[in-house]
């Protein structure tokens, strides 16, 4: 939901959700690009994106404390939502590891009967980002670490 000063708020169980549905569509995918892609869809940046949990936000209000992407990654990881492999020279560093699917949904959470015509844009740039990477040699940009 979008607030009066162009902040998109998502509930935190919903976004580790629609970061699943993410996942299971482009793996493998690094931490920048689910975000980008994520922040693209849903019309919003980096910046504007707030990530909230009433129970968290009630138990720690005095600590002004915020749920930030990189802890929804690191709890997914934790959890054993997804894989996530870190490139070499890039350890500690979440944002550039690479995310695979270790669980599916029954059903797409976020996607369901997705035609938009933006949302097929966004996913053939990522696409076409990773046969870049593939053509210059890059080491797994297209292997799958669930199969």
């Known amino acids: 939901m979008t607030t009066g000063r162009g902040v998109y708020e998502v509930n935190v169980g919903s976004?580790?959700?629609?970061?699943?549905?993410l996942v299971?569509?482009?793996?493998?995918?690094?931490g920048r690009d689910l975000e980008e892609v994520y922040c693209r869809i849903k019309g919003s940046s980096r910046d504007k994106l707030r990530v909230l949990s009433p129970t968290i936000e009630n138990n720690f209000r005095?600590?002004?404390?915020?749920?930030?992407?990189?802890?929804?990654l690191l709890f997914m990881r934790a959890m054993k939502m997804v894989r996530a492999t870190e490139r070499r020279g890039a350890e500690e560093d979440i944002l550039s590891a690479s995310?695979?699917?270790l669980i599916r949904l029954e059903d797409s959470f976020m996607f369901k009967g997705a035609n938009d015509p933006d949302f097929k844009r966004?996913?053939?740039q990522v696409l076409l980002r990773k046969r870049k990477m593939g053509v210059v040699g890059a080491k797994d940009v297209y292997r799958r670490y669930d199969r």
């Open 15 to 21: 976004f580790v959700l629609e970061l699943l549905d």
């Open 122 to 124: 966004v996913i053939a």
């Open 24 to 30: 299971n569509v482009l793996s493998p995918i690094c």
């Open 62 to 72: 005095q600590y002004d404390y915020h749920i930030g992407y990189e802890s929804v």
């Open 99 to 101: 995310f695979a699917p």
